[in-house]
């Protein structure tokens, strides 16, 4: 085989092992999805409203809301519990109602991932703390 | 081979599969680090998406250390291969760091921040701008013949966007610190990505630096025939270098060594006598085009030697075929300088292609190695004069079958020369039954 085909396979096959390792860790950190313990673990941090916290930067909020500086700037969750109240919040939390006719329809597939996450009851009760 | 040799290429080889497994450590482990203590996961995509990030840049830090020529981890394989590697694995990580962005832009698309880096979170900007980086690096290396990019200018902007792409990329990693939940993984990603930096700082300054302290000086300038200049370069503290005879030097003329304009040449001279050193180099462009201008006692600097191409690494040949075309006589005349000075009398061919009779570059020192060596010599002319009874054309099977002994079982080959006429020598061994392990080859345009 020629040296440039060797050194081409050599990097295919070494690409591919890293993949299904990648692959193998991310099947490693949700094998324990039997025993679900995301609320429990996070919980050690602290109160229900802490585990609302993590998970508001956990479930990629971040990336578009702020809260007290922290996030995107753009889209401020700071006195959100003032402005809304708890249907509203919820409804603007999951992209439904009529949240989800004003939202852009990827921004609300990614809210809807949120329906089913553990941790919804107490990002529900962080975000009605931010006055 | 010669059963002699079998445990050196078995040992080669383990050492080869421990270099590779201790490139897979390198880009996983840093990972796995990561799993003891975390959460639960939040999705296999979702996970596999980060996993394949933090993968990723991981195989953007270990690439630095594959041009870093450390020669025992290039050794088993070749430098040339190395440099492959390099080329086809930065492939292979940019498709890696492209799943990455792709998966979560996919599943998790709020999560990736808006483009207008006004209204982005800066490590999320960085990251995007360390893609953007890495594609142009990519794409540049790839094309840089066909945009005729002068090899000088693209090693600097190589180096200048690798460096910065893969600053920004650890930036972003830091900054978006996914399963970095503790003190101790932040600490790890920080001191992983301190210590690639280093590795960025040791090739960028500490080699260049140990460099220019051990300069050397030309001591002649030989034009020899198809434009061809041999330069003799000796170290200027008077310390032998130590070679085997098919390695390379790294060049630098008129630059310092740490304004990375070097080019690997051929060591053309005797491995016998290391006390100075011949490269013999053709003008061809970039670089080479002002050779024949270099003056006796101009300062050189020399990072060598380097490569596993030659003799004494199969030195339990029963003989040596050695096939050339033009420029790619080079380290084979050393090879043969140097068992003409061993007084070796192992039966040696050499078939050394060409184009013109009179440009065939060391052709008179060719007949007098013939009397000091038992050296068969084939010249190949692909455009030869009206008198001449030798062999013509392009090299082929035939060629090959009609001086080659049948007997070639103890052979061993070494073909450098011209891509395509690497491929031809390449098959017709194959054809000829000579088992590839027994061929080797130095490929020419491997930077």
């Keep these: 085989m020629r040296r440039e085909t060797r050194a081409r396979w050599l990097a295919a096959a070494t690409a591919v092992t890293v993949v299904v390792l990648a692959a193998l860790f991310a ?21 229900r409203v802490s585990v609302g916290q993590v998970a508001l930067e956990r479930l990629g ?5 702020s809260v007290g500086g922290r996030g995107n700037p753009t889209n401020s969750l700071d006195g959100v519990g003032r402005r809304r109240d708890a249907t509203a919040l919820r409804e603007w939390t999951l992209g439904q109602g009529t949240a989800k006719g004003r939202l852009p329809p990827e921004v609300v597939r990614m809210k809807a991932r949120a329906a089913d996450d553990p941790d919804l009851p107490a990002l529900m009760d962080y975000l009605a703390t931010l006055r | ?67 870093a020529r450390f020669k025992r981890a290039t050794a088993p394989f070749g430098i040339d291969i190395v440099y492959y590697f390099h080329r086809y694995l930065a492939v292979c990580a940019l498709v890696i760091v492209f799943a990455h962005y792709g998966l979560l832009r996919w599943n998790v698309p709020g999560m990736l921040a808006p483009v207008d880096p006004r209204f982005a979170p800066a490590h999320m900007t960085a990251g995007r701008i360390a893609l953007g980086a890495f594609i142009v690096l990519v794409v540049l290396s790839l094309t840089r013949r066909a945009l005729r990019l002068e090899y000088d200018n693209w090693r600097g902007m190589h180096a200048v966007l690798s460096s910065t792409a893969f600053a920004l990329a650890l930036w972003h990693v830091l900054g978006a610190a996914h399963y970095l939940d503790t003190a101790w993984k932040q600490v790890l990603w920080a001191v992983f990505g301190m210590f690639w930096l280093s590795l960025i700082a040791y090739v960028r300054v ?53 304004a990375m304009r070097e080019h690997p040449f051929s060591i053309a001279s005797s491995a016998e006598c290391g006390m100075f050193i011949e490269l013999s180099i053709k003008e061809l462009g970039d670089f080479t085009s002002t050779i024949g201008s270099v003056k006796v006692g101009e300062t050189a600097w020399v990072d060598a030697p380097y490569g596993t191409f030659g003799i004494d690494l199969r030195p339990d040949a029963s003989g040596y075929v050695f096939i050339a075309g033009g420029i790619g006589i080079a380290p084979v005349l050393s090879m043969l300088r140097t068992l003409a000075d061993r007084q070796d009398r192992r039966p040696l061919w050499l078939f050394y292609g060409n184009r013109i009779w009179e440009r065939v570059a060391f ?27 030798g062999e013509q054309g392009l090299l082929t099977q035939e060629i090959l079958s009609r001086h080659l002994p049948t007997e070639r079982s103890g052979l061993e080959c070494f073909i450098c020369g011209p891509t395509p006429m690497t491929y031809i020598a390449e098959l017709a061994l194959g054809n000829l039954g000579m088992r590839a392990s027994h061929v080797h080859s130095e490929i020419f345009d491997w930077v």
């Design chain 2, 1 to 67: 081979m010669t059963p002699k040799g079998e445990p050196r290429k078995s040992a080669t080889s383990r050492q080869a599969l421990v270099w590779l497994g201790l490139y897979l450590a390198a880009v996983t482990l840093p990972l796995f680090a990561l799993l003891p203590g975390s959460e639960s996961g939040y999705g296999f995509t979702w996970d596999f998406a980060m996993a394949l990030g933090y993968a990723g840049v991981a195989m953007l830090g270990v690439q630095f250390a594959l041009t």
């Design chain 2, 363 to 389: 052709r008179e020192e060719l007949d007098e190695l013939v009397r000091r060596l038992d050296l068969r010599l084939i010249h190949v002319l692909q455009e030869p004069p009206a008198e001449w009874a």
């Design chain 1, 61 to 65: 909020c971040i990336a578009c809301h």
């Design chain 2, 206 to 258: 500490v080699r260049p630096w140990r460099i220019a302290r051990r300069p050397w000086r030309v001591t002649e300038v030989r034009p020899e025939r198809g434009r061809v200049h041999t330069l003799r370069l000796e170290p200027v503290d008077r310390r032998p270098l130590q070679f085997a005879a098919g390695q390379f030097a790294w060049l630098t003329l008129r630059a310092s060594p740490f």
């Design chain 1, 27 to 47: 099947v490693l950190r949700n094998a324990s999805d039997a025993e679900p313990r995301s609320a429990a673990a996070t919980a050690l941090a602290g109160d």
